[in-house]
C-alpha cells in the first residue's frame, strides 16, 4: 500500500535516538526504491552473465534492480553449486535429487557485521551485542520450473488503435497512450528476487543447457534506448523505401478538347459542366510519380478489374460502366477520355479511382509498389498512410451553366516555368530567370472573345482584361500587352515590350462588373463573368464581379552564379523537377527522357560550360555519369543547348548515332563544377565569379563562389 512519506523535523534541542535516525535513513531509500519500482521496473541493469562451469553455475558482477525498487549490487564473480551445502547469506539449494529445468534467482538481502558491545546491557546486567554496519548483499537461490513473464496485450492494443482505416481521423498518440497504457499504482509484488536464467538438472547432479534471455529482464539504460530508438527510425526508413510521402490525387480537372473546363475543389462537390462546352474526360494529377501499369480503364481490362473505373448514365435512369482510353502527360498525369463517343453524354458521372487490395482488382500504385493513398477526404486525397479508393462525381447538364467562369491561371515564360494559381488570394510567383512574358487563362465555358479586350488594343479605361505594374509610391501603369486565343475557352496575355515581364508586382483585373465605360467579359448569352476571386473556378454563383489577381516577378537570387532550376526533358516535353539536391529526380524509361535543363540565377559564360564529348572526361565541368552493374562510374556523352544567357540543356549524344539518345534504366549522377582545377575549369557567371554550387538547396550554394552542385536522376524500367 501507498504511504505518505514521513522525515525528521529538526529544531534546537531535539533528542536525536535509534527511531530518528532510522527515520532519516528511510525517508531516503524508501523514496528511492519507489521511483526504481515504478519509473526503472525490477530486472538487470548490468552484467550478472550466468555460464556454467564444471556443473555449477558463474555470475559474474552487475547490477539489479528487484521488484521492490531495491539495487543489488553483486561486486565480482561468484560460483553456485546448486547440490552443496547452503553457505551464509544465501538461500537453501535444489532437492540433491532433482532434475529438470530450475530458475536462477538473485535476491536482495541485508547481513548485519561489525558487531560490537551495545553501551546499554540488559536489566539483568548481561552485556549483548549489537551490528554497527548493514551490508546490502544479495543471494542466489534456485526454484524448480521456469518462470514466465507477465503477460501484455499492450502491444497488440497499440497495433490495433493505430492501424490505418477508412475515414479515421489522424491519431493523437499521447492521447492514445494514455488511454491504452494501464495508470493503476501496482502493489509491490509478493515475489522480490531477479530471475538471471533457467538451467537443466540431469540426473547424476550435472547440470545441462542453460539460457538466460528466456526469463531475464533487462532495464535499459538511456542512451542505449536513443540507440534502439534512432535504429528503429532508420530501419523503418530504409523498410519502406518511399522517396516522398504516400501516393495521393493532388488535383482534378475537368477536360475539353486540349483544354480545361473546371476543377475538382472537394471531392464532397461534384464539378459541373453544360454539354455544350463538350467535354471529354479528366485529368488526374498525382503528387509523385505512378506506375502506369498499376492505372486501369474499362475497355482494356473488364469491369471489375479496371482501378479507375468510370460509372455513367444509363437506362431508366441506372449507370453502366463508360469505356474511355488514358493519355500520360507526365510520371504524375494522366488523362481519361472517353472512348465512344468522344463527348461525354448529360448525366451523372461517378469516378472510382481504387487503392484498396482486391483479388481481382489491382490498386493504383507508385513504382515502389505503394498503394494509393486514395480516402476522398479533400485535396490532396488520404489520411497518411497507403490503401483507400478516391472518389468525385462530374455532371454534364443539357445546357451551359449560367455562369462563365475563371477556371485556372499559370504563368507564361520562354525557359518553361508554368507555375499554377492555387489561391487567388497569394500572389502568382515567377522569377526573371525563366524570362517570364505573361499568363494563360482558362474559363468554364466559352466567352464571347470580342468581350475580352486588353490594352494597346483598347484604352485602359476600357480594357476589360488589364494589367497594370505597381509602384512604390502607390502610383500605377498600365501594360501594353495582346491575346492569343489557343481554343475556345482559353487566352494568353503576352507583354507587348519588352519581351519579358521585369521584375515587379502586377495587378490582373479580369472584368465583370457594369460599367459606363469598361466592356465586360461575357458569355455569348450575354451573361457576364461570375468572377469574385474567392477561390478557383470563380464567382459566387451570380454573374458579375471582376476576377483580381497579382503576378510577383521577382528578381533572380543576385550574389555568386547560383543553380536554381533543374528539369528532366522527356519526348513529350518537360518533366519532373529537382526539390531537393539530396533527394534523387524520378523519372521511367517510358517518357523517353533524354536529358535536362538547368536554370541559373544569372547570366553563364558559355565557353566556361563543357561536358564528355566536346572534351575528355577529365577537362569537363558538366559531368553526367551512371554507376554500372559492377560499381564502376561511366561516363555519359552529351551535347549543350542554349536556351538563354541563363538557362542550358544537357541531352544525351552517344558516339554511335544510331544508338538510342535516351536514358535508359539506372541511376545517373550530375555534377556541375565550381571549383577549378589544373584539368578542368570552373563554370563562372558573366561577372567571373565561379559557381556557388554546394547543393544544400536550391538555389545552391552557401553564400560565396566555389563548390560543385551534384544531383541524381533515377530512371525507372518500365
Known amino acids: 500500500m501507498l504511504t505518505e512519506p514521513a522525515r525528521n523535523n529538526y529544531y534546537y534541542g531535539k533528542l536525536l535516538d535509534v527511531g530518528h535516525l532510522q527515520l532519516e535513513q528511510d525517508y531516503g531509500k524508501q523514496k528511492r526504491w519507489l521511483l526504481n519500482r515504478l519509473t526503472l521496473g525490477a530486472g538487470v541493469l548490468c552484467g550478472l552473465t550466468v555460464s556454467v562451469v564444471d556443473d555449477k553455475l558463474q555470475v559474474t558482477g552487475g547490477v539489479a534492480l528487484d521488484p521492490l525498487g531495491r539495487e543489488i549490487v553483486v561486486p565480482g564473480t561468484f560460483t553456485v553449486d546448486p547440490f552443496a551445502p547452503t553457505p551464509a547469506c544465501h538461500e537453501p539449494g535444489l532437492d540433491p535429487a532433482a532434475t529438470g529445468v530450475a530458475t536462477l534467482w538473485l535476491c536482495y538481502r541485508e547481513c548485519l557485521t561489525d558487531y560490537a558491545a551495545a553501551a546499554v546491557s540488559s536489566c539483568h546486567g548481561q552485556e549483548r551485542c549489537e551490528a554497527g554496519t548493514i551490508v546490502e548483499s544479495f543471494s542466489f537461490h534456485l526454484s524448480a520450473g521456469a518462470t514466465d513473464r507477465p503477460a501484455s496485450d499492450l502491444c497488440d492494443r497499440l497495433a490495433a488503435a493505430i492501424k490505418p482505416g477508412h475515414q479515421r481521423a489522424p491519431v493523437d498518440p499521447m492521447r492514445l497512450l494514455c488511454e491504452l497504457v494501464p495508470n493503476d499504482c501496482p502493489e509491490p509484488p509478493t515475489e522480490d528476487c531477479v530471475a538471471l536464467a533457467t538451467v537443466v538438472i540431469l540426473e547424476g547432479q550435472h547440470l545441462g543447457d542453460m539460457a538466460e534471455c528466456a526469463v531475464r529482464t533487462r532495464v535499459y539504460s538511456q542512451p542505449v534506448l536513443l540507440e534502439l530508438i534512432t535504429c528503429l527510425m532508420t530501419k523503418v526508413a530504409e523498410c519502406c523505401d518511399r522517396p516522398t510521402d504516400t501516393l495521393r490525387i493532388a488535383a482534378v480537372d475537368l477536360v475539353t478538347g486540349t483544354a480545361v473546363g473546371g476543377s475538382l475543389t472537394s471531392p464532397a462537390d461534384p464539378i459541373t459542366i453544360g454539354f455544350t462546352a463538350e467535354p471529354t474526360g479528366f485529368r488526374l494529377t498525382f503528387d509523385q510519380a505512378v506506375d502506369q501499369g498499376t492505372v486501369t480503364v474499362f475497355a482494356d481490362v473488364p469491369q471489375g478489374a479496371a482501378s479507375l473505373l468510370v460509372l455513367g448514365p444509363g437506362g431508366e435512369g441506372g449507370q453502366v460502366a463508360v469505356p474511355g482510353r488514358l493519355s500520360w502527360e507526365s510520371a504524375e498525369a494522366v488523362v481519361w477520355r472517353i472512348d465512344d463517343p468522344g463527348t461525354m453524354p448529360p448525366g451523372t458521372y461517378d469516378v472510382t479511382v481504387f487503392g484498396d487490395d482486391d483479388r481481382n482488382r489491382p490498386p493504383v500504385a507508385d513504382p515502389a509498389g505503394h498503394r494509393l493513398d486514395g480516402e476522398p477526404l479533400g485535396l490532396p486525397s488520404g489520411e497518411g498512410s497507403e490503401g ?61 472573345r470580342e468581350t475580352v479586350t486588353t490594352y494597346r488594343a483598347v484604352a485602359s479605361d476600357r480594357a476589360s482584361l488589364l494589367v497594370s505594374r505597381r509602384f512604390g509610391d502607390g502610383n500605377y501603369d498600365p501594360v501594353g500587352g495582346t491575346l492569343e486565343w489557343l481554343s475556345s475557352n482559353s487566352v494568353t496575355w503576352r507583354i507587348e515590350e519588352p519581351s519579358a515581364l521585369p521584375a515587379g508586382t502586377y495587378d490582373v483585373l479580369i472584368n465583370g462588373d457594369l460599367d459606363d465605360t469598361r466592356q465586360a467579359v461575357a458569355h455569348p448569352n450575354g451573361q457576364r463573368l461570375d468572377g469574385e476571386p474567392t477561390a478557383l473556378p470563380s464567382g459566387d454563383g451570380s454573374e458579375g464581379g471582376s476576377f483580381t489577381f497579382t503576378l510577383e516577378v521577382t528578381q533572380s537570387v543576385g550574389g555568386p552564379l547560383r543553380v536554381e532550376v533543374v528539369q528532366i526533358l522527356e519526348a513529350n516535353g518537360d518533366g519532373a523537377k529537382l526539390v531537393d539536391p539530396a533527394v534523387p529526380v524520378r523519372t521511367s524509361n517510358a517518357f523517353g527522357p533524354s536529358g535536362f535543363r538547368v536554370g541559373f540565377t544569372s547570366d553563364v559564360r558559355r565557353e566556361t560550360v563543357l561536358t564528355f564529348s566536346d572534351v575528355e572526361v577529365q577537362q569537363a565541368d558538366l559531368l553526367v555519369t551512371r554507376t554500372n552493374i559492377d560499381g564502376r562510374e561511366e561516363a555519359i556523352p552529351g551535347s549543350l543547348t542554349w536556351e538563354s544567357e541563363r538557362v542550358v540543356v544537357w541531352r544525351s549524344k552517344p558516339f554511335d548515332p544510331a544508338a538510342d539518345s535516351t536514358l535508359g534504366p539506372g541511376t545517373y549522377h550530375v555534377a556541375l563544377l565550381g571549383d577549378a582545377s589544373r584539368e578542368h575549369p570552373a563554370i563562372t557567371g558573366a561577372d567571373d565569379r565561379r559557381l556557388d554550387g554546394e547543393p544544400i538547396g536550391l538555389p545552391s550554394g552557401d553564400g560565396t563562389e566555389g563548390g560543385t552542385f551534384t544531383f541524381i536522376i533515377a530512371v525507372a524500367e518500365a
Open 388 to 448: 483507400g479508393d478516391f472518389t468525385f462525381k462530374i455532371i454534364v447538364t443539357e445546357v451551359a451553366p449560367a455562369r462563365l467562369q475563371v477556371a485556372r491561371v499559370q504563368v507564361r515564360a520562354e525557359t518553361g516555368d508554368d507555375t499554377t494559381m492555387q489561391n487567388p488570394a497569394e500572389p502568382l510567383l515567377t522569377q526573371t530567370m525563366f524570362e517570364p512574358w505573361g499568363f494563360q487563362l482558362w474559363f468554364i465555358e466559352d466567352p464571347n
